[in-house]
């Protein structure tokens, strides 16, 4: 494996790292102030990065097919989301935000021709937000074939019932779409084809959005994450995506390049993290020297750099692995990265609070947010738990059988 970035990727970065410092940086406090006047709308500055980042040509830059964005793979993209990362909403500003990415892929993937016109040419435009409704509060939806919402066919179309929760981005405005998660088939005896995900505009009649979940305190505006009733939602036929009882194929094909952005981003933010815990040493006096001087707080950035390199590595064989024999062939190294990446980020982001005294944990500083996005990863697309179960399985057979 090459570890230096391609030339193309290098300009790439080059090229939004400039941005971020020109633009992004300097607008981070604004963003949030002008959050504050509208929690699930769009701050005016956010609109105003987009266009700024569309005209420089930064934008779908997560899109593997050339067709529709970038055209970059895994392994290019990585240091593009890792630098993304280090400002929580900046990777929207380039159109390459979740649950957005994971939906615009669906589309390109399984959706048709129809679909695609409808949903995927304005979420490639960043004209609309969208959602992906999948986890439900009645059952343990770490196991997929859990999920009880009924999709039922009734003439030309489906009726949607259930209820959902933590249902992330359905909360802006802009969220014009979901992709709905349930089971059109719950008798069939193989588990894993009674799912079927479809399509349902968040205007639709029965859609009920009950309240926004929060996360630590935080609602995470302007997306949020929504508890929702579908109650006796009729939406047509044709918005069913691939057919009856492939919604557990698509939720794989979904999920192995979301959980693999999400650790790109989380480096990013752990990595400013960690060079905000050591501007704080060297700047910070305690007991009349800085705090540099103290054994504890250099233990802590140079066990952070270990920690973040290590798990930048991790990402970066997993991306060129899924590259290389596809997703399902790098399952183990994609579940390896989702277990180490988000618990990295918590760590080192739990040090350089703790460096940085009260106002670290304050809304002063971004430190606070991104540990609560860290933590929330450790379950998102699957609880670490559930990981190193289907990882020790895997290992222990393959392991076992050399024996």
Known sequence: MDFEYSDKVEQLLQKLRGFMHEHVYPGEETYHRQLLEDRWGEPPILAELKAKAQQAG???????????????????????????????????VFNCSAPDTGNMEVLVQYGSAAQREQWLKPLLAGEIR??????????ASSDATNIETSIVRDGDDYVINGHKFYISGLMNKRCKIM?????????????????????????????????????????????GHAEVIFDNVRVPAANLILG???????AQ?????????????????AQRALEMMSQRAEQREVFGRPMSKQGSVREDIAKSACEIEQARLLTLKAAEQMDRYGNKA???????????????ACTVIDRAMQIHGAAGLSQD???????????????????????????????????????
Request: aromatic fraction near 8%; charge should be negative.
């Open 58 to 92: 930064l934008w779908n830059l997560f899109m593997p097919d050339d067709r529709f964005g970038a055209g970059l793979s895994n392994l290019e993209y990585a240091p593009l989301a890792e630098e993304m990362g280090r400002i929580s909403f900046s990777s929207e």
């Open 130 to 139: 969208s959602a992906f409704a999948m986890t439900e509060p009645a059952v």
């Open 179 to 223: 992709i709905v998660m349930g089971k059109t088939d719950p008798d069939n005896p193989n588990r894993h084809k009674q799912q079927s995900q479809i399509l349902v505009p968040t205007d639709t009649p029965g859609v009920k959005i009950l309240r926004p979940m929060t996360v630590f305190g935080y609602d995470d505006a302007p997306e």
């Open 244 to 250: 009856e009882g492939r919604g557990f194929e698509i």
């Open 253 to 269: 094909g979904r999920l192995g390049p979301g959980r693999i952005h999400h650790c790109m981003r989380l480096i990013g933010g």
């Open 330 to 344: 790098a399952r183990d190294l994609i579940a390896m990265i989702k277990i180490v990446a988000p618990q990295m």
């Open 365 to 403: 500083l971004h430190l606070a947010q991104h540990y609560a996005y860290a933590r929330t990863i450790r379950l998102a697309d699957g609880p670490d738990q559930v990981h190193m179960m289907q990882l020790g399985r895997n290992l222990a057979a393959r392991y076992g059988a050399e024996s």
